[in-house]
């Protein structure tokens, strides 16, 4: 498909720099090893944009199927902030009053490990890690795997708990706001963000595509669950055994989508 549409451009009579691929083709030196290069580094922006999304999506939907419990009150908070006939659309900015649902964003990132390995990164002199030394030169790659599967970092690590990235003892700074704000204190609840969970990477070389895709998955598990419900098929459970690549894929899966009554 994409050498498809690198030879399409070329066939233009005048290029339109509309997208990355046609803008290098203005300059077929631009690249080291030309035609090659477009299309890996479009591979690439697949990849990295959408490819992961989709896949953090269905695995959404496989643990929403496992566990009909988190699905229905990730609803029910979806529904309270916004409404049937609500005209109010989602801004990501506005994610703090649903911590629910970021909860549930990162316990399918952990859980499901769509990218299992780290972008190999080299070190840039000779160091010593945990008494082993470390030349200067030698490709590093950690797995997310062991990080986010270990026990010391996320008890019961293979169980999924959203509950686990929601803090309900407030401070007394917080008690006085959420009295304020005229809500109970029995209510209360915030997300906060594990410094161990690091699906995008760390560092400076991280991810850049962590706050497009966080905007993408969080539009769309709020539409999908707003408006319908995800049911296992009896005769059918999904296969979790993952389909390993450059991502981390779930097997086929069959699911029935039931449309919510109180939506529609």
């Avoid at 498809?4 to 690249?31: C, F, G, R, V, W």
């Avoid at 989602?90 to 399918?108: G, K, N, T, W």
């Avoid at 161990?196 to 539009?219: D, H, N, W, Y």
Wanted: some cysteine; overall charge negative.
């Amino acid at each position: 498909m994409l050498e498809e549409e690198n030879n399409n451009n070329k066939e233009q009579s005048e290029i339109d720099p509309h997208n990355l691929m046609t803008k290098y083709l203005e300059d077929p030196n631009a690249l080291e090893n030309g035609d090659m290069d477009v299309v890996l580094l479009a591979g690439d922006i697949w990849t990295g944009g959408m490819e992961t999304t989709l896949t953090a999506t269905r695995w959404a939907i496989i643990f929403f199927m496992q566990n009909p419990d988190v699905q229905e009150k990730l609803h029910e908070e979806i529904v309270q902030r916004y409404p049937r006939r609500s005209t109010g659309e989602f801004s990501y900015s506005s994610r703090d009053e649903l911590p629910y649902l970021c909860a549930v964003i990162d316990e399918v990132l952990r859980l499901a490990n769509v990218l299992p390995w780290n972008i190999p990164h080299r070190a840039c002199k000779t160091f010593s890690l945990n008494g082993h030394s470390i030349t200067e030169g030698t490709y590093i790659m950690f797995s997310y795997s062991a990080l986010h599967h270990d026990e010391a970092n996320f008890p019961d690590p293979y169980k999924f708990n959203p509950e686990r990235f929601l803090r309900r003892s407030p401070t007394e700074e917080e008690k006085k706001e959420w009295m304020w704000r005229g809500k109970k204190i029995d209510d209360f609840v915030v997300y906060e963000k594990n410094p161990l969970l690091c699906p995008f990477g760390m560092g400076l070389r991280k991810c850049p595509g962590e706050t497009l895709a966080m905007k993408e998955i969080c539009v769309f598990l709020i539409k999908l669950v707003q408006r319908f419900r995800f049911v296992t098929d009896a005769l059918c459970p999904p296969d979790t055994t993952r389909c390993m690549g450059m991502t981390s894929v779930p097997r086929e899966f069959v699911c029935r989508v039931q449309k919510r009554e109180d939506w529609y």
